[in-house]
C-alpha cells in the first residue's frame, strides 16, 4: 500500500482541511506531517464550523486514525486548548490520535523568541504567526530542542536548559516579558500530553501500509511558503513540499502515491513576501469580502490576487502533483472577467519561470478568460457546470498538464464535485 499526500501549492489557506474531511471516509489513516500551530485547517459540516491547529482534519469522520508525525511542532498548551474544545463538542480524540515521540515541542520562550526576532527585523519582518515556529525548527536542526517523548524522560533538567538558553538570547535583544502565566499553561499541557498515545509512528505507519491500510498525509501551509522552495525569506521553517511528508513521517519516497495539489481558483497569501499578481483595487478588495479572506485563527486580513500559473507550475513540478483540486472558485462567480498570469515581465523582458529572486519590479503578464457570471454554489454535478467555467478548467488543466479531479464551490463538505468519475 502506498500514502497519498494532500497538500497546498500557494501561500497556505487552499482550504486543505474541508478536502482532507470530504477525503477522510476513503482513508484508515490521516497524518501530518510538518508545520505546528501556525495552520488553521477550517471544516463545516452540518451547520458547524470547526478551526484546527495541531490536529489533523480526519478526526470528524468516525473511527480513523489520527496520527501527529515527528516532522510537526507542538505546542503542549495551544493542543490542550484545541483537543478539549473537541472533546466538550463531542468529539473524543484519546483513542483516535496518536503523536509521534520525535515531534518537537515549542516552549513559551520560542515564541517569545519569535516575538523578539520578529521585533529586530524591523521592516525586514516576515508577518510570521507569533506560534514560536521558526525558533523550535532552529532548536530542532541545531540539536537543542525537546521532543514529545523528553517529557516522559529527565523533562524538568532539559527544559531548564532550554529556557536559561532562550532566555540569554533574549537578554541579548532587550526583549522584555513575563513568562508566568505562559508557562503555567504550558506545564499543564504537557500533563495534558502525557494522556495520548505517545508513539514511534513511523514504525506504526509502515506497519499499516504492509497490513494493507490506506493512510493520507495532510499538509500545512503551502508550496510557496515552503522553506527551500518558496519565497524565502519570506517562508515559513518546515519542507511543505511532498518530500517533507517523507522526513516528516518516516514514509520511504517509494511508498508516496497519489499527490494531491490544491489551490485556490484565485490567489491569497498572509503576512509579508513577495506576491506578484496581488491587486490592490477594488477587485482585489471583491475577491477578499466575498472569499472571507481573514486568517482562520489570527483574524489577520489576507492579501488577495489572480492566479499565478508560473507559481502553480513550480508547485506541481516540486511536488510531483498528480491530481489537481481546485477551491473557492464561487467566489469568482460574479466577475465579468477572469485574469491568470501566464508569464512575468522582469526588466522589459517576458519569462516563463519563477526566478530566484521575486523582486518588487516583476511584472505580470494576464491571459483575459469570460467570467462564468452564474450561481454555483448549489451544484452538485459537473453536468451543470457553465461553458466559461468548463473553459477555465480546460485553460488550467492545460496550462499545468495535470487533471483537475475535484472542484469545491463552497466551504460545507457537502459542496465539493468530483469530475472524471466514470
Ligand atoms: P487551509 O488552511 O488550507 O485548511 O484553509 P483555511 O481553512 O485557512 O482557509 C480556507 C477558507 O475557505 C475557510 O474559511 C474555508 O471554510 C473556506 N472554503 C473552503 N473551500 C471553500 C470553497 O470552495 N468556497 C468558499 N467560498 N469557501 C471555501
Ligand atoms: P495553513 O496550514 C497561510 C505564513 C505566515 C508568515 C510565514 C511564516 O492554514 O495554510 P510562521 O509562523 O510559520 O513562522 O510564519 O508563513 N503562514 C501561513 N500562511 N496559511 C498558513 O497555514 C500559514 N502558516 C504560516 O503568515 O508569512
Ligand atoms: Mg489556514
Given at each position: 500500500m502506498k500514502v497519498d499526500v494532500l497538500l497546498g501549492?500557494?501561500?497556505?489557506?487552499?482550504?486543505k482541511g474541508k478536502v482532507v474531511d470530504v477525503l477522510t471516509?476513503?482513508?484508515?489513516v490521516i497524518a501530518r506531517f510538518q508545520g505546528g500551530p501556525n495552520a488553521g485547517h477550517t471544516l463545516e459540516f452540518e451547520g458547524q464550523k470547526y478551526v484546527l491547529r495541531?490536529?489533523?482534519?480526519?478526526?470528524?469522520?468516525?473511527?480513523k486514525l489520527n496520527i501527529i508525525g515527528n516532522g510537526v511542532v507542538l505546542d503542549p498548551a495551544l493542543f490542550k486548548a484545541e483537543a478539549e474544545a473537541l472533546e466538550a463538542s463531542g468529539h473524543s480524540l484519546k483513542e483516535r490520535l496518536h503523536i509521534s515521540k520525535k515531534a518537537h515541542l515549542i516552549l513559551p520562550t520560542h515564541r517569545l523568541l519569535d516575538a523578539a526576532y520578529e521585533a529586530a527585523k524591523g521592516?525586514?519582518?516576515?508577518?510570521?504567526?507569533?506560534?514560536g515556529i521558526g525558533p523550535t525548527y532552529t532548536d530542532k536542526v541545531s540539536r537543542n530542542g525537546i521532543r514529545v517523548g523528553d517529557i516522559l524522560h529527565g523533562f524538568e533538567r532539559k527544559y531548564a536548559v532550554a529556557k536559561a538558553r532562550h532566555e540569554q538570547i533574549l537578554k541579548s535583544l532587550n526583549y522584555e516579558y513575563d513568562l508566568t502565566e505562559q508557562e503555567k499553561a504550558w506545564m499543564e499541557g504537557v500533563e495534558y500530553l502525557k494522556?495520548?498515545?505517545?508513539?514511534?509512528s513511523e514504525h506504526e505507519i509502515n506497519n499499516f501500509l504492509r497490513e494493507e491500510k490506506s493512510v493520507l498525509c495532510e499538509g500545512a501551509q503551502g508550496t510557496m511558503l515552503d522553506?527551500?522552495?518558496?519565497s524565502y525569506p519570506f517562508v515559513?521553517?518546515?519542507?511543505?513540499?511532498?518530500?517533507g511528508a517523507c522526513t516528516g513521517l518516516g514514509?520511504?519516497?517509494?511508498?508516496?502515491?497519489e499527490v494531491y495539489g490544491i489551490f485556490k481558483a484565485y490567489c491569497t497569501r498572509v503576512g509579508a513576501g513577495p506576491f506578484p499578481t496581488e491587486l490592490f483595487d477594488e477587485t482585489g478588495d471583491k475577491m477578499c469580502t466575498l472569499g472571507h479572506?481573514?486568517?482562520?485563527?489570527?483574524?489577520r486580513k489576507r492579501r488577495c490576487g489572480w492566479i499565478d500559473l508560473v507559481a502553480l507550475k513550480y508547485s506541481v513540478m516540486v511536488n510531483g502533483v498528480t491530481k489537481l483540486i481546485m477551491m473557492?472558485?464561487?467566489?469568482?462567480?460574479?466577475?465579468q472577467t477572469i485574469k491568470a498570469c501566464v508569464a512575468y515581465r522582469l526588466n522589459g523582458e517576458e519569462i516563463d519561470y519563477f526566478p530566484y529572486d521575486i523582486e518588487e519590479n516583476l511584472e505580470p503578464v494576464y491571459a483575459e478568460l469570460p467570467g462564468?457570471?452564474?450561481?454555483?454554489?448549489?451544484?452538485?454535478?459537473?453536468?451543470?457546470?457553465?461553458e466559461e467555467f468548463n473553459a477555465y478548467l480546460t485553460f488550467l488543466e492545460e496550462q499545468?498538464?495535470?487533471?483537475?479531479?475535484i472542484v469545491s464551490?463552497?466551504?460545507?463538505?457537502?459542496?465539493t464535485i468530483e469530475r472524471y468519475t466514470e
Open positions: 501549492l500557494q501561500w497556505g489557506d487552499e482550504g471516509p476513503g482513508y484508515d495541531s490536529i489533523p482534519s480526519g478526526i470528524f469522520q468516525g473511527d521592516d525586514a519582518k516576515v508577518g510570521t504567526t507569533g506560534k494522556q495520548f498515545s505517545l508513539v514511534d522553506i527551500d522552495f518558496g515559513t521553517s518546515s519542507n511543505t513540499v511532498c518530500a514514509v520511504a519516497p517509494n511508498r508516496i502515491g479572506e481573514f486568517g482562520s485563527v489570527t483574524g473557492k472558485s464561487d467566489v469568482l462567480d460574479t466577475f462564468w457570471m452564474t450561481d454555483m454554489t448549489k451544484m452538485k454535478s459537473e453536468d451543470e457546470f457553465p499545468l498538464g495535470v487533471e483537475i479531479k464551490v463552497g466551504p460545507d463538505r457537502e459542496q
